[in-house]
């Protein structure tokens, strides 16, 4: 399975586009600015898109996306694209950006019987078999209903925590998974700590308490994400800080490195 990073950072600014990822070529995590990098061949080629949330910088790019292709998927007579989240998520896409009002409703679009996109919910603890790859959809504690997933590969799972806080349930299921790369986001740094609370995301001590919890026998690359623009330089620092750091307990170092757009990866 090859992945894409579209995007990954907290916010947009120039060169910083925001979640997507794209699972050999038609299946999305996530549709944020980063899917605006592909070209239209590219995007008309995915069939499904899989949410972890409903706040905009991870569905931006979905009802432009849908425009874009619109034509050339009537003309191929494409299936509808599928859009797979909680449905929670769900209702909030219908009720406040598929209102016909922010952009036209493409679930009834041409028409309710062969329309552009449709809804499928989903649970946390499901296993969802999407475009031919087994999929979990795991736990994520945030502002709005959210999850984050775990796609099965030839050489294990690739695991993305989606936006979270602290998620004991998270580590639960990923110890006994066999984890070929996990993607976490920290968005803030410790300079913005109480902002990280409320907003229920990682900063670099809440995700050193995190990363804890990893069972000790296990060791896979740990990708940082979803860092605001404003903050990754320091974010960087800190948690290079605490990795370094000779005085913790068990004397643990992770194998922690820094995502960024344009990568691939062949799991
Ligand atoms: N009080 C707040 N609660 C939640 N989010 C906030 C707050 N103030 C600012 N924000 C920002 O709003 C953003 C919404 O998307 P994120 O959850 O990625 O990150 C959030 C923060 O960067």
């Given at each position: ?72 998927r009537?003309a191929a007579g494409a ?189």
């Amino acid at each position: 399975m090859r992945v894409r990073v579209l995007g990954c950072s907290g916010a947009i600014s120039q060169g910083c586009r925001t979640t997507s990822f794209l699972l050999d070529d038609d299946v999305l995590v996530d549709a944020g600015t980063g899917v605006g990098d592909l070209s239209l061949d590219e995007m008309a080629r995915v069939d499904h898109v899989l949410l972890t949330h409903s706040h905009l910088d991870h569905v931006a790019s979905l009802p432009l996306m849908l425009d874009a292709v619109a034509a050339r998927r009537l003309a191929a007579g494409a299936a509808p694209l599928v859009v797979h989240a909680l449905p929670g998520t769900i209702s909030a896409l219908k009720v406040h950006i598929f209102n016909n009002l922010i952009w036209p409703d493409f679930s009834t679009i041409p028409s309710a019987e062969t329309p552009l996109m449709r809804f499928v919910p989903i649970t946390v603890g499901e296993l969802l078999c999407v475009g031919g790859k087994d999929i979990e959809v795991l736990p994520a504690v945030h502002t709005v209903p959210a999850v984050g997933y775990a796609v099965n590969s030839p050489s294990g799972h690739w695991v993305f925590s989606g936006d979270t806080e602290r998620n004991p349930a998270f580590w639960q299921r990923v110890n006994r998974i066999d984890v070929a790369m996990l993607i976490i986001e920290t968005a803030f740094s410790d300079r913005e700590r109480e902002l990280a609370q409320r907003s229920l995301h990682l900063a670099p001590s809440s995700l050193a308490d995190e990363l804890d919890q990893i069972d000790r026998s296990r060791r896979f690359p740990i990708y940082i994400t979803h860092t605001k623009p404003a903050e990754t330089g320091l974010i960087m620092e800190e948690i290079r800080r605490f990795d370094d750091a000779p005085n913790r307990a068990d004397d643990v170092r992770h194998d922690i490195r820094w995502l960024s757009a344009g990568q691939t990866f062949d799991l």
